[in-house]
């Protein structure tokens, strides 16, 4: 099962090509002790996502409009521009909260509540941020591979992190909370249509587990690095950051 991560098209070609290279050759050692239970995980997941997520990602890209599809998208990475500034203000970057708050006011205004990207186009790139990554920042190591259930990859650090940022999402805070179950369904959809091109790939390596493994390790690794070593990454300097 694809976790539904922010992987731009450059991001996710780039860290794939680095992970079929070294999937083979790195083995299940210190990054990956609890390599049984977390392929046992991995199954179950893959086996939900064949089942129920990845047929109604289909169906939603072969009934929707692209427009309209991206206007959803948009919606939702609007949202989460929240949790990017309070991370960029966590690890201590003003210039990347300034570049990411303007993004969110220029796209929660002119752009109708985050439906129209308009930020884009006018130089203020998308970022990611999340509480791991500021963990991470800090010094806080990552700590074994974890794949969670109905989730995906993750790590020690991550997985107590994403809870975090589960609880600090905007939609969090909708109430009644029965309400949140509509946008929350959409939001998988829309996350897992994203990944819908790169479906082929995962398919056609010979060992789909360890392909996963090393493309979310190595990803949260140079995520980590462009945290830790300067203030704000352009799209033309970081290949992880979305377009």
């Known amino acids: 099962m694809l976790n539904p991560s922010k992987l731009s098209f450059r991001g996710f070609i780039f860290v794939i090509v680095a992970a079929l290279m070294t999937a083979g050759a790195s083995g299940e050692g210190v990054r990956d002790p609890w ?3 977390n392929r046992g995980v991995y199954h179950f997941n893959d086996r939900l996502d064949r089942w129920i997520l990845q047929p109604v990602s ?3 890209v072969a009934a929707v409009p692209a427009a309209l599809r991206s206007n959803v998208h948009n919606f939702f990475s609007n949202l989460g521009d929240t949790l990017v500034v309070l991370n960029d203000v966590l690890q201590a970057h003003p210039s990347a909260a300034y ?3 303007l993004r969110l006011i220029v796209n929660t205004t002119f752009g109708l509540a985050g439906f129209f990207d308009r930020a884009t186009p006018i130089g203020l790139v998308k970022h990611e941020q999340d509480f791991g990554l500021t ?3 800090w010094g806080v190591p990552d700590g074994p591979y974890v794949v969670l259930p ?3 990859p993750s ?3 991550d997985a ?3 809870v975090v940022d589960l609880l600090l999402y905007p939609l969090s805070f909708v109430r009644p909370s029965r309400d949140q179950w509509g946008p929350d369904v959409l939001y998988v959809i829309d996350k897992r249509a994203q990944l819908l091109p790169f479906q082929a790939t995962l398919d056609s390596s010979g060992d789909p587990y360890s392909l996963m493994r090393e493309v979310y390790l190595q ?3 140079a995520a980590v690095r462009v945290d830790q070593g300067k203030t704000n990454a352009s799209s033309d300097e970081d290949p992880f950051t979305s377009e």
Do not use: I, N
């Open 35 to 37: 390599s049984g239970m």
């Open 58 to 60: 289909q169906g939603y």
């Open 99 to 101: 570049h990411d708050g």
């Open 135 to 137: 963990l991470g920042r």
């Open 150 to 152: 109905f989730v995906g």
């Open 155 to 157: 790590s020690l650090r």
């Open 160 to 162: 107590p992190a994403s």
């Open 219 to 221: 990803r949260r690794d």
